[in-house]
């Protein structure tokens, strides 16, 4: 479906993850699964924090938007993130800051995931891009 709309997933590049309290146990599958491909992992401090409790690798900590430079816009400006898992919070800082993060991810045509569901579905969608080649047939053929 990210396909079909125009977005290319990324087959390898940097990660950025942050996510809720209550969505830090999940998330931690999909975070070994995207070092397990290959990527590099970038997560707030929170994220951070609690995936390198949980065993994952790799993870570097990157600052929210208030909390100064550089930050995840700054990162997509530069080309250093191909990939973002956020799943949103809905309080003030995520209003303000959350808002931000995804509409600029919009922007820069990075593909962005909100959801545990759409993250690992995304992380299975890569792991098939590296191990075989995309065809595209026209319906058509089919038919």
Known sequence: AQIAAGMRLPTEGTAYMSMTDAQKEGSVAVAKALVQLGFKLVATKGTCD?????????????????EGRPHGVDMMQNDEIQLIIITPSGDEVDS?????????ALAYKIPLVTT????????????????????????????
């Open 50 to 66: 609690f995936l390198k409790q949980q065993g994952v690798a790799n993870v570097e900590t990157v600052l929210k938007l208030h």
């Open 116 to 143: 545990l569901s759409a993250a690992r579905a995304i992380t299975e969608s890569i792991r098939a891009m590296q191990n075989s080649k995309l065809k595209m047939e026209p319906l058509q053929d089919y038919f």
């Open 96 to 104: 303000k800051d959350g808002l931000i993060l995804r509409r600029k």
